[in-house]
């Protein structure tokens, strides 16, 4: 079965700074898409950042990019010039067949 | 604004009790999941309906079923409830019935559970 491991849980980072976020993964499969989810207080889910499994380059979104290794399948997230409304919780997930969630990272930041 | 709609958005019942918690898909999309996310935990599966047929199944108690409809809403029963139900149940939708193109999901805001 597919597993989704976030090793940290809770991060802190100043405003404006830079903050990574980690996260790795068991699959034997393939072909996948990876995504990173952010949740804040409201508890609404919203996608941060994808990243399918074939390609290699690195999804960016703005001040969001990943750093995706699939041999060592790890899919870290970076924050850049980190906002308050940054804080939040954040989950990475793996998609197959169905989205298996990561325990999550809280992310304070602070000013 | 997700394009999904989950009713109620809160909703207190007492230990014993059923209740029904509703989803309306975004528009287009064939594909249902149901997660439970209990206080500071991560998402938990719960199962998945595509066009109206179970697709996966994840760690559903028996005393919890869901069904997909043919106008693709979905409803998730809970029974015979009990204080560690208390969570917020996500609705997500999406086109595809994943495994061979599993793209985004979207979610709803949660229905919010409360057992006492």
């Known amino acids: 079965a597919q597993t989704v491991t976030q090793s940290q849980p809770e991060m802190s980072v100043q405003e404006a700074e830079t903050v990574t976020l980690s996260c790795t993964y068991d699959t034997s499969e393939s072909d996948y898409y990876l995504f990173w989810y952010k949740q804040p207080p409201s508890r609404q889910m919203i996608l941060v950042i994808r990243q399918e499994a074939y390609k290699q380059q690195n999804a960016t979104e703005n001040r969001f990019s990943v750093n995706f290794q699939k041999a060592a399948k790890s899919f870290s997230l970076k924050i850049s010039d980190s906002q308050l409304g940054d804080a939040a919780m954040y989950f990475c997930a793996y998609n197959r067949v169905k989205l298996v969630f990561g325990a999550g990272t809280i992310l304070r930041v602070k000013s | 604004d997700s394009g999904v709609t989950q009713t109620p958005k809160h909703l207190i019942t007492a230990t014993g009790q059923r209740v029904t918690l509703r989803c309306s898909p975004r528009?287009?999309?064939?594909?249902v999941y149901w997660y439970q996310q209990s206080l500071d935990q991560g998402l938990q599966f719960l199962i998945q309906?595509?066009?109206?047929?179970?697709?996966a199944k994840g760690n559903i108690l028996e005393r919890f079923s869901a069904q997909q409809f043919p106008d693709l809403h979905s409803e998730l029963n809970l029974s015979s409830l009990e204080l560690g139900d208390s969570a917020l149940y996500f609705c997500?939708?999406?086109?595809?019935?994943?495994?061979?193109?599993?793209?985004?999901?979207?979610f709803g805001e949660g229905s919010r559970l409360t057992v006492l």
């Open positions: 528009s287009g999309d064939l594909s």
């Open positions: 997500a939708s999406s086109q595809l019935a994943g495994g061979n193109s599993p793209g985004e999901l979207f």
């Open positions: 309906y595509y066009n109206g047929e179970e697709r």
